[in-house]
């Protein structure tokens, strides 16, 4: 149609009411869906982007957006996240590897904390592995997390994206083994 | 706005005058002339017409100026550390220090800062700065962590009995025990010198650290063994000539160690580095300098639009048939006229991608101006 069909003219006129309602669908979906289904975002006119539609990411930029809250992930899925990277790291079955989750430790100068997954590598040194959310790279997931991250001299964090985990956890688990020198060790 | 140095970089004409041969030799210097006296030449010039610093005016590169991030960042680290005379990474003043500095990221985006400024000085970087800093404030997140890591790695010695001089190296005198970063080492009768990363003196041991933010290279283990060569001839840091005990590459994921030469070993490669050193110069010594035109290095070489040699039919062929990249291919055209408000109409005098003669359209991208070009 030349010139549009004025979709993008009349959402402008709406205002905010529009981002309000889509907030509302983001948030309340009827199936309590993973990421998306037919009851809150999929069509048969989106199909094509069905594997790119992620509602918690959708609603955590429309909360900021509108509220200015930050945009954070549900500790129930950042937890089930964080399994799935452990899993798959444990899978990889890497000699002298030694993984271990929801690993209290303590440094120094810093606050207690629990590492996600706490990592061992052959030559006895330790990673802490946490996640962070696809819109706040390199904001751990784990308040706990943030100033070791950026203070702790002595033990490296190595954040990897929820969203890559999810969607994309070879590469994820890829990354992490090159950065603990563990990669080609499979 | 645009400036007159901006305009005349889009000129290739060669230096007023040839560089003449370093005083003292180092690693990189010697690994340049060796793969082309006339690429070095190129690159060491003096241009007064297009910047007021040495050398040909750098292009934005985002891997190298990412090792120089992880490297500069790793640097500011490691002499805050010995500045405040950390004992180990694992002491709270680790902690404390980290802190006084902002935190790892702020010390990465504060040195990214600075390599935007340098760049912002080059007339041939500054039409790419937006993309620069876009690409490099992308890269935060994997530079903290790479920074992070490899720190991580560093030992520092354990507290010594010893009077312990952990300091940042800037007087040429004797060393002593203690850990020292980025110490320029300088063996004058040889006529080399070098820049450790770090290098840490003990009593019976003498470690040096290198930093490599690439893949591991032979060239990093010569260059390592050639800076404990240094060590043991300088005569200002290292009256006792002292050797170097353990030599250590310290790649982003893993530490790697080089064997440390002993003292014939070393003998040997002193007579080896004056001899290469020498056949250098001479090289360099001819003006203009010979060029070895070669795919794996002009590929990458970026002074080769004034280079002579780069552009005539052989090496074209040569390139055509041993080059890897088919993408891009540079050409050389001369514009026959105006085609429209930024194109030109103009036929291919050269290039390995297509034949000599054929026409080409040429098109301006974004605000370039190349009026009376």
Known sequence: ?186 | METNADSAIWLATPPASWPTAPAQMTVTTLSQIESCPRQWALSAADYPELWNERGYPPRFHLSALVGTVVHLALETITRALIRARCPSLQDATAIQVMKDLGGFTKVVNDIIDRALADLASSPRARRSLEFATRSLRAKVPELRTRVHTMLCRVRLPPPSPYPAARCVHTERRPLTTGVFSEVDLRAKQLGWKGRADLLVLSPDECEIIDFKTGAPDDRHRFQIQVYALLWSRDADLNPDRKRATRLVLAYDSSDVEVHAPNDSELEVLETHLGTRRDAAYLAVSQHPPQARPQPDSCQYCSVRHLCGEYWTPETQRQMAQDCDEQRFVDVEVTITGLRGPSSWDGRVELSRGTATGKAAVIRKHGNLNLAGR
């Open chain 1, 1 to 186: 149609m030349p010139g549009g069909a004025g979709f993008a003219q009349r959402v402008g006129r709406l205002g905010l009411v529009v981002f309000q309602d889509a907030l509302r669908i983001l948030e309340n979906c009827p199936e309590k869906c993973d990421r998306s289904c037919y009851r809150c975002l999929r069509s048969y006119k989106n199909k094509f982007e069905h594997d790119l539609l992620d509602r918690h990411v959708g609603a955590s930029l429309l909360r900021y957006a509108l509220h200015g809250t930050p945009p954070a992930l549900g500790t129930t899925r950042v937890e089930y996240s964080t399994d799935l990277l452990f899993n798959d790291l444990e899978r990889q079955g890497i000699d002298g590897l030694v993984l271990e989750r929801n690993q209290p430790f303590s440094i120094p100068g810093l606050t207690d904390a629990i590492a996600p997954i706490l990592v061992t590598n052959g030559s006895g040194r330790q990673f802490i592995v946490g996640l962070y959310g696809p819109l706040t790279p390199d904001e751990p997931c784990d308040e706990a997390l943030r100033d070791l991250k950026e203070f702790g001299a002595n033990i490296p964090v190595i954040l990897e994206d929820e969203l890559v985990v999810r969607r994309n956890l070879p590469t994820a688990t890829a990354r992490l083994l090159e950065l603990i020198g563990a990669a080609g060790k499979q």
